[in-house]
C-alpha cells in the first residue's frame, strides 16, 4: 500500500475517532454541570429577567430534556451519521448553517495570526542562531520566553489597555472594518512567533554545526549563501513539524481572544454555547475545532513529507 493512501487512511480514521470522542465528551460534560438544563435553554431564549418556571418547563417539554442522557445521546451521534448537526436550542437556527459563518469569521483570524507570526519568528530564530550567545540572540531568548509564559488573554489584555484605552489608535473590539483585525491577531501571533523563533533558532544552529556546513564555509561560501542554500531547506523540517505542535496554542488562543475582543467566531460561540447549555451547538463547535485540528495537522505531515521524503514508512 502506498504512502499516501496510508496516510489518508489514518487520517480519516483519526477524524472518525475525533468526531465520536469529542461529541461523547462535550455531551457528558455540558450534562454534568449543575443548575437546570431547560431554566438556562430559557433563559437564553428569552432573557434571564423573562424567564420563569412555567417556560423552563415548556422548553424541557419542547426539547424531550426529560427524556434519559444516553437516549438523546445515541439520537445525535444517529444525526451524526447523516451529516446532520442538529439546531440550536437557543436559536432554533441549523447548527450547521451557523458554523458556517462563525467558522469563516475564525479561520480568517487564524490564517493572519499564522501567516502573521511565520513572518516574525522564523526570521528571528535564524538572525538569533548567526551569533549565538551573542546580545540579540541572549535579548531575543529573554523577550520569546518572556511572551510564551504569558496566557494568551493576558496578552490581548495588555494591547487593548495600551493599544485602544490609552493611546486610542486602534478599536477595542469589532469585526466591521479592516482596522479591527489588529489587535485580536497581534494577541495571537505574539505567543505562535516566540515559539517558533526559540524552534528555529534551535534547528538552525543544529544544521549550521554540522559536517556539511563546515565544508561550505571550508570551500569560502559567505553567510548569506550558506543560510539560504543549505540552512534553511534543512531546518525547515522540524520547524514545519512544530507548526502542529503550535496548532494547539491557536485553537486553545482563539477561543479566549475571540471572547476578550467580541470576535463572532467559532470560539467566542462556543462560550456563548456552554453558558446557555446549547448541547448541539456545544457539540457542533468542538466537532469544528476538532476536525479542523486534524485536518492542519494532515497538512503538515504532508508538506514535512514533501520536504524530507525520508519518513515515508510512517503514515
Known amino acids: 500500500m502506498g504512502f499516501w493512501i496510508r496516510f489518508v487512511i489514518t487520517r480519516l480514521t483519526q477524524a472518525l475517532i475525533v468526531a465520536l470522542m469529542v461529541g461523547l465528551v462535550s455531551f457528558l460534560l455540558v450534562e454534568a454541570l449543575p443548575g437546570d438544563q431547560a431554566y438556562r435553554i430559557a433563559a437564553g431564549r428569552y432573557g434571564e429577567d423573562l ?74 530564530g535564524v538572525l538569533m542562531a548567526l551569533r549565538p550567545g551573542g546580545l540579540f540572540d541572549l535579548a531575543g531568548l529573554a523577550v520569546s520566553t518572556a511572551v510564551r509564559a504569558l496566557p494568551s488573554f493576558v496578552i490581548g489584555l495588555v494591547l487593548m489597555i495600551v493599544l485602544a484605552g490609552w493611546l486610542g489608535l486602534l478599536p477595542a473590539a469589532g469585526y466591521d472594518r479592516p482596522v479591527s483585525w489588529v489587535l485580536p491577531t497581534v494577541a495571537l501571533a505574539l505567543g505562535l512567533a516566540a515559539v517558533s523563533a526559540r524552534v528555529t533558532r534551535n534547528a538552525a544552529l543544529q544544521v549550521m554545526n554540522s559536517g556539511y556546513i563546515a565544508f561550505a564555509r571550508t570551500k569560502g561560501l559567505p553567510t548569506s549563501a550558506i543560510v539560504w542554500r543549505h540552512t534553511i531547506r534543512n531546518a525547515a523540517v522540524p520547524i514545519v513539524a512544530y507548526l502542529g505542535v503550535q496548532l494547539v496554542y491557536l485553537i486553545e488562543g482563539v477561543v479566549v481572544i475571540e471572547s476578550l475582543f467580541a470576535w463572532p467566531g467559532i470560539g467566542h460561540a462556543l462560550v456563548h454555547a456552554v453558558l446557555s447549555r446549547d448541547i448541539p451547538m456545544v457539540q457542533g463547535t468542538a466537532l469544528a475545532m476538532g476536525l479542523t485540528f486534524v485536518a492542519l495537522n494532515a497538512v503538515v505531515d504532508a508538506v514535512c513529507h514533501g520536504l524530507d521524503p525520508r519518513g515515508a514508512g510512517r503514515a
Open 51 to 124: 424567564v420563569n418556571t412555567a417556560a423552563a418547563e415548556a422548553v424541557r417539554q419542547e426539547l424531550g430534556l426529560d427524556r434519559p442522557w444516553f437516549v438523546r445521546l445515541w439520537a445525535w451521534l444517529g444525526d451524526l451519521a447523516t451529516l446532520n448537526l442538529g439546531v440550536s436550542l437557543v436559536s432554533n437556527e441549523s447548527v450547521a448553517d451557523e458554523l458556517r459563518v462563525q467558522f469563516g469569521a475564525t479561520l480568517g483570524l487564524s490564517v493572519a495570526a499564522l501567516a502573521l507570526s511565520m513572518l516574525v519568528g522564523p526570521p528571528l
